[in-house]
């Protein structure tokens, strides 16, 4: 009662010396207080605090994350984008992840956060969209629940495509057979989407017309996805190059195939 007499003590009441208060604890600081019963007996009560972070003196304000820059001038030639970011609060830490993102937009996965420093840099990224995710964590331990983000195009390729022969009849071989078999390698500094290959025929410059009962069951006359190795079957004799054409995610083909020539003369003993 505002101007009147403090009644007597009741049981289990805290006592309230403000001169004591750092012996018996943090108080409202989220320490203990000490009280005494009607007997004289002393106990102890836990305090809850107006703060459960045991780091935080008194800061319960969480930090605000920026991403400063997104770096993506080199996925064009390997894959890698640099992250810079930054807190409002100095001397916290920070984590991040990326997720995998559909051409709708939509997040295909769902990685934990992993602790890193800016600037954070992602190599070898695959054929994707990305959202980039950060927050920080202030030296009070208060973590910054609304992450900065930011999406970044992966889907970027520059460089096209090479393919080599690494086996098979050299260049200007004569065959007394009426197939052919090559093996080659191909790359790219992205990834390769497939591989072509057609033999043509010289005397048209077309490739060349498969039988219908050719055995590799092959549209005529066409590009078709091979694999190392490839062996056409079925050829007339004749005059033919054979040529590679490695193709990349951005349907870029290789500008200067590799070829090589052959003759197929089965009268040849």
């Known amino acids: 009662m505002k101007g009147g007499i403090a009644g007597p003590q009741t049981e289990g009441a805290a006592l309230a010396d403000p001169g004591n208060a750092k012996g018996w604890g943090q108080g409202q600081g989220g320490g203990d207080i000490r009280h005494v019963d009607s007997g004289n007996h002393t106990g102890t009560a836990k305090g809850e605090g107006r703060n459960k972070n045991p780091h935080n003196d008194g800061d319960a304000t969480a930090p605000e994350t920026t991403v400063d820059s997104l770096d993506t001038s080199n996925v064009t030639t390997d894959g890698s984008v640099v992250a810079h970011f930054s807190s409002n609060e100095p001397g916290g830490t920070f984590e991040c992840k990326r997720r995998l993102m559909n051409e709708l ?122 694999f190392s190795p490839v062996t056409f079957e079925n050829i007339p004799d004749g005059n033919y190059t054979f040529a590679l054409y490695p193709q990349d995610r951005t349907f870029t083909t290789d500008p200067t195939p590799a070829t090589r020539t052959f003759t197929v003369d089965t009268t040849v003993a």
């Open 105 to 226: 937009g939509e997040e295909l996965n769902q990685p934990p956060f992993d602790p890193c420093t800016s600037p954070k840099t992602y190599n070898d990224l695959g054929w994707y969209s990305y959202r980039f995710y950060v927050r920080a964590t202030d030296a009070a331990g208060n973590v910054d629940e609304t992450p900065a983000t930011q999406v970044f195009e992966a889907k970027i390729d520059s460089i096209p495509p090479d393919g080599e022969i690494t086996d098979g009849p050299a260049d200007g071989a004569v065959l007394n057979q009426s197939s052919v078999t090559y093996s080659f390698q191909v790359s790219d500094n992205r990834d390769i989407q497939q591989t072509g290959c057609v033999v043509y025929d010289n005397a048209t410059g077309f490739p060349y017309t498969l039988p219908t009962d050719d055995p590799n069951g092959l549209p005529s006359g066409e590009k078709r996805v091979c």
